[in-house]
């Protein structure tokens, strides 16, 4: 673990039958993964073929109508599905800094709490939302956040505001709820990871630091903090990925009517009018996807040429 | 050491499970043991359900009832054919028709021909059948809702309505109310005069529903107000009888007036501020805490407020709901609120599948559900144990029988009805009793609460259909329900995706104009919005289908 | 002494700090207590009341009937908890067995395919076909109607490779080495060198495959659709709450119910079964994995 070894050049591999034949075992274990791999993930992809079929079910994948990009065009003609989709990048965005700054800093903190059983019993309690359904988290959202609702009455009381504000008859309120409402739910089960991360970095760093007088920001800034860096921009990179996958049951739960220009995301659309029709759910699948790889490559560039950890 | 202990316990689970699927239960040869998934609501029933078992003893089929929710029907269909995993008998629902393209399910043809089956024949007439053909030129299945044998026998009303608390109309000496202005001058002067309920809640004069698919409560009045009946999607003018025209309710002079009405009460303070934001538990809530005075909505979509009503004693304070069938204009007689005729929803109904070994025994089997002793086992249950006969020859049922229907223990492991079998309501064969308990005219008085009876006594009314006061007609025009055709549309079609953006255009913009400082101008704006989703496209569809009907019924 | 040297050392400033973590965090747990404590009250309300939605941390008009109506009246209860059970163990052990595997192959510093191999797997990430070419796969594999469908097509998953990998690959090498010198093979190393070493990330993917498998539905229901025997705990719950929303009988017709329950009510006290075997399986967990978790990726 020490990093003086992490840091040792990477022996190259060379590509010769000696080498070969050294990692003969390696290479029939990964074989067989790939295998699976390709039965299990990749044969599916078969799918694919519908985005560009008018697909029928008693057609079946082989026997309905090719269209070309007939449902690629029926998304970019429909601003409807434009707007879904700036819906689910905004929202994405804003979760996925939200939620990663948070996790981050929770855990931070509870890592400075010395009480071993004060910091179990946080972490237990933190982590619990996680495991309760959107349903039942947006419906105390709505209540917290209503005309005479728990958040209204505080900033009445607190003289910030005079009137009660309508949360949900106003658009620009709905995306940091959204975010507030996955800081809530997620933040614990989230900073599970990072708080890992930071209890397995050597304590004998703290113990120097603290011997050259070291204050406990200074600590977080120069010891927690690059423990921890590989972590972040590796859980960014995949999450990055899942920046279009923004959500659907929040939203969808939360957003009704007045709230549909912004609350919509891609998957509500798919939901709304995919209904019934394979082709177009799976083109807006392959579109998800593709953006995802490009981003995953882009940020995995960016890591590398950073000279940061990466993901392959 | 350890970790082969794991793989030990592990492989032990693995192995009871086995054991558990290998173990099936002792039955008796001659009775078949079959499978039904409806893409509906509904309970399973219990191992050895009691009058399931009669059933299987009279009919020699044992029936394990799925019921599917938790996955669009289309997806659903889809897997089930993908997989080639079908239950015997099946409602595919709004997937009905893939069912039968995908050559899933067993025609009926030959059946509705031969006299054994001679009960499913009677359930529509020779010309109601032929809606049924599809393409292929055969009929897969059978619609069993909303029929009536003989005479109807029902007295209440499930459908829509603008709804009023009795008491308020207890408190105005029990007017006839017709018209929007009427209606919300009642509830307003109500409100002012009893701003607050006996337990300190607040009143809300009127509120409406506008979430999901439940926005039909702020949607569909127009349609109503008008005097037409539920076509669901369209209006079916019928100034030429010969030449029925489809016409859009979301445009015409009554649609604007219904939603300026609604938005003059919205910023007079009458209508619930939060009627937009609120879901589906919020509503339900209110209506249940006795505050709200008025509402539009269908009778099955918050009837589950009883409860509270009885538990709190609401219900002897008059916050029980009775239906008012209002008109756009005062005088008005065209009023179909509430439907005296049958209404057969041609899109779905029971099939039989291919994967069925025995399709002669299914079609029996579906044949005798409407025979009266099994028709009276499913829904009156066993004599003298759920219901009793009077010197009369009347059903009649004890205070324990009724609480013992409503409970969802006792039905798990007592009642089974197939509530997706063919079925009748109407009229007993002995022309005596209802069908079905809950027409019974004794059941319905039983059951009324002291502030309902005085409402009917004092209108003379017998039936919640009589609040309504809809023009009795019994005969339909032959494509009805029109809705049956839009159920199936989907965005492959170009008039399916203009129906599926007419809906999300109506969902964004109904409350902005009904909450606008400016209506003319945001009524206009909607209608532009509207317009650009090219509704035409949906209603040529619908008029080809309309013309396409009407020609079947002639 | 390290400890004792801190607390001597404490400032004005670091008093402070502990003051306000300390509030913070009391504060951030009363906040994510709530929606926990208020689903446990609405749980023991009697529905005529659960539908009013005025429950907040006491329950009004107790009842346990929502947890009767999961245990008696749900007809799968029994088989799906058997189900639930045996795939939760058995996938657990199998996912780990098999990414510790995997995950052992591409953390070899000088595996020829490292790099391939681990874009081979993130990819499967982003990329799928679609719900109906799954089924008609797992149809064709005659894993349709089958316990297996539910172990089988999870077992190797990308993000859990990752975890295991990094982690792997953070290990100092001196073990491996030394092993080697002494002719150990491939997989001996594995089993008797760097397992051992990776117990607390064995733990963390434990975990993660154990909520993952007790929390499953949806496969249930597109395989085993019409097979009562392979039923899970979680469909069955599913099937129970969306049963609740079946119509109701008219409005005034009723004598009264004894005891009535609503989806509130019957979908909180599922929500509480279904969190309480996790709760109870975390304390065993929390003790490896709060020293070492890690994740991480290939360092240039």
């Given at each position: 673990m020490s990093t003086i070894e992490k840091d040792?050049?990477?022996?190259?591999?060379?590509?010769?039958k000696a080498e070969v034949k050294r990692q003969r075992v390696l290479l029939i274990v990964a074989g067989l993964y790939v295998v699976y791999g390709i039965i299990f993930?990749?044969?599916?992809?078969?799918?694919?073929i519908m985005a560009f079929q008018n697909y029928k079910l008693k057609d079946g994948i082989f026997g309905s109508q090719f269209v070309g990009f007939k449902w690629f065009k029926f998304l970019f003609d429909d601003k409807t599905f434009l707007r879904d989709l700036r819906n689910t990048l905004g929202m994405g965005v804003i979760n996925l800094v939200a939620t990663t700054v948070t996790a981050i800093g929770f855990a931070i903190l509870l890592s400075e709490v010395r009480n071993v059983m004060g910091k179990k019993i946080v972490q237990t309690i933190s982590y619990l939302?996680?495991?309760?359904s959107w349903i039942v988290v947006t419906s105390i959202v709505r209540d917290a956040f209503a005309t005479k609702g728990m958040i209204n009455e505080l900033l009445q009381g607190l003289h910030i505001i005079k009137e009660p504000i309508s949360?949900?008859?106003?658009?620009?309120y709905f995306w940091p709820i959204v975010a507030i409402s996955n800081v809530w739910k997620e933040t614990g089960w989230n900073a599970i990871i990072y708080l890992a991360t930071i209890t397995s970095i050597d304590p004998s760093l703290y113990e120097a630091a603290a011997m050259d007088g070291a204050g406990r920001w200074q600590k977080i800034k120069h010891i927690t903090l690059p423990g921890i860096r590989s972590t972040i921009i590796i859980l960014l990179i995949m999450n990055i990925g899942n920046?279009?996958?923004?959500?659907?049951e929040v939203q969808y739960l939360l957003g009704l009517g007045v709230l549909k220009p912004v609350s919509e995301t891609i998957d509500i659309y798919v939901l709304n009018y995919g209904m019934a029709n394979f082709s177009l759910g799976t083109a807006a699948g392959i579109f998800k996807t593709f953006i995802a790889m490009i981003l995953i490559f882009l940020f995995n560039f960016i890591a590398k040429r950073a000279g940061e950890e990466r993901l392959f | 050491m350890k970790s082969k202990k794991i793989i030990a316990l592990a492989l032990a689970c693995t192995l009871s499970v086995g054991a558990f699927a290998g173990c099936a239960k002792k039955k008796s040869e001659s009775i078949s043991d079959w499978t039904m998934i409806a893409f509906m609501a509904g309970k399973e029933l219990n191992e050895g359900n009691e009058i399931q078992e009669e059933l299987a003893k009279k009919t020699g089929v044992r029936l394990k009832e799925s019921w599917n929710t938790s996955q669009d029907v289309a997806s659903a269909v889809g897997t089930m054919i993908a997989s080639n995993d079908l239950p015997d008998?099946?409602?595919?629902?709004?997937?009905s028709k893939m069912l039968a393209e995908a050559g899933m399910l067993v025609a009926w043809d030959d059946y509705l021909a031969k006299d054994e089956y001679k009960n499913l024949k009677e359930m529509f007439s020779d010309k109601q059948w032929e809606l049924f053909r599809q393409a292929d030129g055969h009929i897969y299945w059978a619609n069993v809702f909303g029929k009536t044998y003989g005479e109807p026998k029902s007295r209440g009303h499930n459908d829509e309505a603008f709804w009023v608390q009795v008491r308020v109309l207890e408190w105005a000496g029990y007017p006839i109310i017709e018209t929007l202005d009427e209606y919300f001058d009642l509830l307003d002067s109500y409100a002012k005069a009893n701003?607050?309920?006996?337990?300190?809640v607040e009143v809300i004069p009127y509120t409406a529903l506008c979430e999901g698919w439940r926005y039909f409560c702020v949607e569909n009045a127009p349609e109503f107000l008008d005097g037409?009946?539920?076509?669901?999607?369209?209006i079916v003018n019928l100034d030429d009888p010969d030449n029925p025209k489809i016409e859009d309710y979301n445009v015409t002079p009554t649609a604007k007036m219904y939603f300026k009405k609604l938005n003059e009460v919205y910023n007079a303070g009458?209508?619930?501020?939060e009627f937009a934001t609120m879901d589906y538990d919020t509503y339900i809530a209110k209506l249940a805490s006795g505050a709200v005075l008025g509402m539009c909505d269908q009778n099955w979509d918050f009837a589950q407020i009883n409860n509270t009503f009885i538990d709190k004693g609401y219900k002897e304070l008059g916050y029980n709901y009775v239906p008012l069938g209002l008109v756009?204009?005062?005088?008005?007689?065209?009023?179909?609120?509430?439907?005296y005729a049958d209404v057969p929803n041609v899109s779905s109904g029971i099939a039989v599948t291919?994967?069925?070994?025995d399709a002669d025994k299914a079609f029996k089997f579906l044949n005798q559900m409407l025979d009266q002793e099994i028709h009276d086992l499913r829904?009156?249950?066993?004599?003298?144990?759920d219901y009793l006969v009077d010197e009369n020859g009347l059903y009649y049922r004890t205070e324990e029988m009724r609480a013992n229907w409503q409970n969802d223990a006792f039905r798990a492991k007592h009642v089974c009805n197939?509530?997706?079998l063919p079925q009748w309501g109407g009229t007993h064969r002995d022309g005596k009793?209802?069908?079905k308990p809950e027409d019974q005219e004794s059941e319905f008085f039983a059951t009324l609460s002291e502030p309902l009876k005085k409402a009917f006594d004092a209108y003379g009314?017998?039936?919640?259909?009589?609040?309504?006061?809809?023009?009795?007609?019994?005969?339909?025009?032959?494509?009805?329900?029109?809705y049956s055709h839009s159920n199936?549309?989907?965005?492959?079609t170009d008039y399916g995706a203009a129906w599926l953006k007419m809906g999300d255009c109506k969902h964004e913009w109904l409350p902005v104009v009904i909450t606008s400082k400016d209506f003319e101008s945001d009524w206009a704006a909607y209608q532009a919005a509207y317009a650009e989703c090219k509704p035409e496209l949906f209603l040529a569809e619908m008029q080809k289908e309309l013309d396409r009907r009407a020609a079947l019924g002639k | 002494m390290f400890k004792k040297l801190t607390k001597s050392k404490m400032s004005g400033w670091d008093w402070a700090f502990v003051i306000c973590n300390t509030t913070f965090l009391v504060l951030f747990c009363c906040v994510t207590l709530y929606p926990v404590l208020n689903t446990l009250a609405y749980s023991f309300t009697d529905g005529s009341e659960a539908i009013?939605?005025?429950?907040?941390?006491v329950p009004r008009k107790f009842t346990t009937s929502a947890y009767k109506k999961i245990i008696?009246?749900?007809?799968g209860f029994r088989q799906g908890l058997i189900v639930t059970v045996s795939r939760t163990f058995l996938a657990s052990v199998l996912s780990l067995a098999a990414n510790a595997l995997l995950a052992f192959v591409i953390s070899?510093?000088?595996?020829?395919?490292k790099r391939s191999l681990s874009l081979f797997w993130v990819i499967t990430m982003y990329a799928n076909g679609g719900l109906i070419p799954s089924v008609i796969l797992m149809t064709k594999l005659h894993?349709?109607?089958?316990?297996w469908v539910y172990i089988i097509p999870?077992?190797?998953s990308a993000f859990n490779i990752l975890v295991l990998r990094t982690y792997m690959s953070s290990l100092p090498d001196s073990y491996e080495e030394s092993a080697q010198l002494d002719g150990a093979g491939h997989m001996t190393i594995f089993a008797r060198i760097i397992s051992p070493l990776c117990k607390p990330v064995y733990a963390t993917v434990f975990l993660f495959v154990a909520v993952y498998h007790w929390n499953s539905w949806f496969d249930a229901m597109i395989y085993?659709?019409?097979?009562p025997q392979n039923t899970t705990l979680q469909y069955e719950l599913q099937k129970l709450l969306s049963s609740l929303t079946q119509l109701n009988p008219?409005?005034?017709?009723?004598?009264?119910?004894?005891n009535m329950t609503t989806e509130i009510q019957v979908r909180a006290a599922a929500t509480i079964a279904t969190m309480l075997p996790i709760i109870c399986l975390y304390p065993f967990l929390q003790r490896y994995f709060v020293t070492g978790l890690t994740i991480g990726g290939v360092k240039e």
């Open positions: 040792a050049p990477a022996l190259k591999s060379k590509l010769n993930y990749y044969l599916p992809l078969f799918g694919w939302p996680h495991f309760l949360y949900f008859m106003h658009t620009k920046v279009l996958n923004a959500g659907f | 008998l099946i409602d595919g629902g709004n997937g701003p607050v309920n006996a337990d300190g037409y009946p539920n076509d669901g999607s369209v009458i209508m619930d501020p756009a204009e005062k005088g008005q007689t065209k009023n179909q609120w509430h439907a291919t994967k069925c070994n829904f009156w249950g066993v004599k003298d144990v197939y509530s997706y009793n209802a069908m009314y017998t039936s919640y259909g009589d609040f309504l006061r809809s023009e009795h007609i019994t005969q339909l025009g032959f494509w009805y329900p029109m199936d549309m989907d965005s492959t | 009013l939605k005025n429950v907040h941390l008696f009246e749900m007809t070899r510093r000088n595996f020829i395919f894993l349709t109607g089958t316990f999870g077992l190797v085993n659709r019409l097979k008219t409005a005034d017709s009723s004598g009264k119910t004894a």
